[in-house]
């Protein structure tokens, strides 16, 4: 990540787990299990590094600490999906949403001028029904 302007992908590394990767997509967070690729040139438009997180960068602050708990975020859309997480680490919080094709990167809860379009549906460590009254599970 070369800062959150150039965020368009990252992977999470959890040790005993396997690696997931974190693409946006709209107002999707798209996660799977999959491996880092390799580095590629998009020609007259740049090119895509791939490579492990920067000490200065966001991601870097929670490098090494225990992974607590995971929030579920929703959008603003009217279809149940997940658009984002609220990452609680040992010592902090990390928000990651997509918002009408943005990233939304940056520690701490969901910020108040952000409440009306993301909204926390739940926690994995304890899974509650959504208004809609469908588990959080299923969304996943």
Known sequence: MAGTAGLLVFWLHFEGAPVIMAHGCGE????????????????????????????????GEVVGQRLVD?????????VPAVGGLLLRFDRTELL???????????????PDGL?????????????????????????L
């Open 70 to 78: 995971v929030g579920l975020i929703q959008g603003y859309s009217t």
């Open 28 to 59: 999707l967070l798209k996660l799977t299990e999959e491996m880092p690729y390799s580095s590629y040139d998009m020609q007259e438009c740049g090119r895509t590094v791939v490579g492990p997180v920067q000490p200065a960068d966001l991601l």
């Open 115 to 139: 409440r009306q379009y993301l909204s926390i549906i739940g926690w994995l460590s304890s899974p509650a029904p959504t208004a809609e009254g469908s588990d959080v599970g299923s969304l």
């Open 96 to 110: 990651v949403a997509t918002l009408a094709d943005e990233w939304v990167c940056q520690p701490g809860p969901i």
